[in-house]
Structure formats: structure tokens, C-alpha cells
């Protein structure tokens, strides 16, 4: 994730700079936690065939940390 990416985040949920975190700290931080979860789960998604199968399984469980 990129400083660009923080920036644009915080633009989203209203904050005029990623470390004015008062009121929108958790909506904030949700976001983040998001972005990362499926930049992570898309790596698996390039696993080789060989591996395919515990790859998908693997991304399908970091995206489903989000309903927590």
C-alpha cells in the first residue's frame, strides 16, 4: 500500500489528513485493514495450478476475516 493509497483512504472517509483520526478512527482503520486483507488474499489468487486448491482455500479465509 502506498502513501498515495493512505491519503485517498482518508479522503474517503471524510478526514482532510490520514492522522486527523478522531471521529473516523475505526471507519479508517476498517478500510486499511480491508485493503490489506485482499492485497494478500490476490496473491494467492496467482498461486500456481499445483497448488490451487489450498491458494483459493487460503484466499477465500484472509477475505472472510472481514466479517469479524
Do not use: S
Not at 478500510?31 to 477465500?60: F, G, H, T, Y
Amino acid at each position: 500500500m502506498t502513501r498515495d493509497d493512505i491519503f485517498r483512504m482518508a479522503h474517503e472517509v471524510g478526514l482532510k489528513t490520514p492522522w486527523d483520526l478522531m471521529e473516523y478512527q475505526w471507519k479508517f482503520a476498517a478500510l486499511v485493514a480491508a485493503a490489506e486483507r485482499e492485497a494478500c488474499a490476490k496473491i494467492c489468487d496467482k498461486i500456481p495450478a499445483l497448488a490451487i486448491n489450498q491458494a483459493k482455500a487460503a484466499a477465500k479465509q484472509i477475505r472472510a476475516r472481514g466479517g469479524k
